[in-house]
T-cell receptor
């Protein structure tokens, strides 16, 4: 069965510093996709970045980059130059393809990131 | 482009009651998934709808049921509510095959007393 593990329940980072959020995953499917979502206190899941298992380069989206190490089954999120607005819950997730071509997303338990001014 | 909307925002129900949550998918999206997020946890997949039919289901009992309408909007129905059903219910929509393009709504926070 597919699984996502986030081992950091909470993190505190000084504003403008870079931060790395850890994520490891487990799957036997050779084709998979990995996501990072941000969830502020309002509750809405905000898509940040996506990495496909066959992508040769690490994904980047503005201040977000995904450090994809396939052999180690890790997909860490790096946020450069953190801002106060980055304070939120962050979820690592994996796309799992089920029956009838349905695809669902499996989420980790999340990391609460708090940015100090 | 309108995003995913959900109603109501908050809801309080009593154990044993029934509840219906609603979701309007993003324009152009024909696939809808529902997730349950208990406090302090990641979301758990409930089920997915495509072309008005259930197209995948997670480990949830039959008292969790759903519908999808021709305009791709969707409902989540929960019968015989239990205290453990208290959670944030998230709806996400996607164009068929657009697995990178899941857009989540703001959620409905259900409290069962």
């Amino acid at each position: 069965a597919q699984k996502i593990t986030q081992t950091q329940p909470g993190m505190f980072v000084q504003e403008k510093e870079a931060v790395t959020l850890d994520c490891t995953y487990d799957t036997s499917d050779p084709s998979y996709g990995l996501f990072w979502y941000k969830q502020p206190s309002s509750g809405e899941m905000i898509f940040l970045i996506y990495q496909g298992s066959y992508d040769q380069q690490n994904a980047t989206e503005g201040r977000y980059s995904l450090n994809f190490q396939k052999a180690r089954k890790s997909a860490n999120l790096v946020i450069s130059a953190s801002q106060l607005g980055d304070s939120a819950m962050y979820f690592c997730a994996m796309r799992e393809k089920g029956r009838s071509s349905a695809s669902k997303i499996i989420f980790g338990s999340g990391t609460r990131l708090s940015i100090r001014p | 482009e309108t995003g995913v909307t959900q109603s109501p925002t908050h809801l309080i129900k009593t154990r044993g009651q029934q509840v219906t949550l609603r979701c309007s998918s993003q324009s152009g999206h024909n696939t809808v998934s529902w997730y349950q997020q208990a406090l302090g946890q990641g979301p758990q997949f409930i089920f997915q709808y495509y072309r008005e039919e259930e197209n995948g289901r997670g480990n949830f009992p039959p008292r969790f049921s759903g519908l999808q309408f021709p305009n791709y909007s969707s409902e989540l129905n929960v019968n015989a509510l239990e205290l453990d059903d208290s959670a944030l219910y998230l709806c996400a929509s996607s164009p068929r095959g657009g697995y990178m393009q899941w857009t989540f709504g703001p959620g409905t926070r259900l409290t069962v007393t």
